[in-house]
T-cell receptor
Framework: DGGITQSPKYLFRKEGQNVTLSCEQN?????MYWYRQDPGQGLRLIYY???????QKGDIAEGYSVSREKKESFPLTVTSAQKNPTAFYLC?????????????FGPGTRLTVL | DQQVKQNSPSLSVQEGRISILNCDYT??????FLWYKKYPAEGPTFLIS?????DKNEDGRFTVFLNKSAKHLSLHIVPSQPGDSAVYFC?????????????FGRGTQLTVWP
């Protein structure tokens, strides 16, 4: 079955530690995205990548970093510089330029920083 | 500045009645609109979409209406069912852009009660 996997489902970290969230897709999509969801804030774009070895900052990139070394993988690192890291993180992928821009989402990772 | 707005954070409807969820946008370059449905602790799933060349699109109980002059779209669910209780996100894209971004509203929590 094709899809997007995010692991783990729940993640706990101590304040001041960096943490990396995993996102893998086998849909053969070129574009991948990271969003953050907070109550009442909707989905806010952190980073996105249109192609391997290239990525762009979204609307709230401060305190986050990404890499795109493989088409299937787009890990997100939440650094200690992120002031409010506790949130629900969603990864998505799409076929850019297909005329629709529909994005397919993973199940999400709930990060709690203690 | 939010380019897609869902001004009602919540909506409560009795089972069997119509649910109407509203969405406004500001960017006149947007030409494709999508609705996503999201359950707690899960990723959003695509529900229905509409191109700017249409003013209506139906899929079973779900109908999306687009008023380009007012930069407004709405999602109608008829009849509403308890399983429809979820957060609904409106999203917009500019298909002429190569970036493939979706711009999301903050969501509307729909509750359908028996």
């Amino acid at each position: 079955d094709g899809g997007i996997t995010q692991s783990p489902k729940y993640l706990f970290r101590k304040e001041g530690q960096n943490v990396t969230l995993s996102c893998e897709q086998n849909l053969n999509h070129d574009a991948m995205y990271w969003y953050r969801q907070d109550p009442g804030q909707g989905l806010r774009l952190i980073y996105y990548s249109q192609i391997v070895n290239d990525f762009q900052k979204g609307d709230i990139a401060e305190g986050y970093s990404v890499s795109r070394e493989k088409k299937e993988s787009f890990p997100l690192t939440v650094t200690s510089a992120q002031k409010n890291p506790t949130a629900f993180y969603l990864c998505a992928s799409s076929i850019p330029g297909d005329g629709i821009n529909e994005q397919f989402f993973g199940p999400g990772t709930r990060l709690t920083v203690l | 500045d939010q380019q897609v707005k869902q001004n009602s954070p919540s909506l409560s409807v009795q089972e069997g009645r119509i649910s109407i969820l509203n969405c406004d946008y500001t960017n006149s370059m947007f030409d494709y609109f999508l609705w996503y449905k999201k359950y707690p602790a899960e990723g959003p799933t695509f529900l229905i979409s509409i191109s700017s060349i249409k003013d209506k699109n139906e899929d079973g109980r779900f109908t999306v209406f687009l008023n380009k002059s007012a930069k407004h779209l709405s999602l109608h669910i008829v009849p509403s069912q308890p399983g429809d209780s979820a957060v609904y996100f409106c999203a917009a894209s500019d298909r002429g852009s190569t970036l493939g971004r979706l711009y999301f509203g903050r969501g509307t929590q729909l509750t359908v009660w028996p």
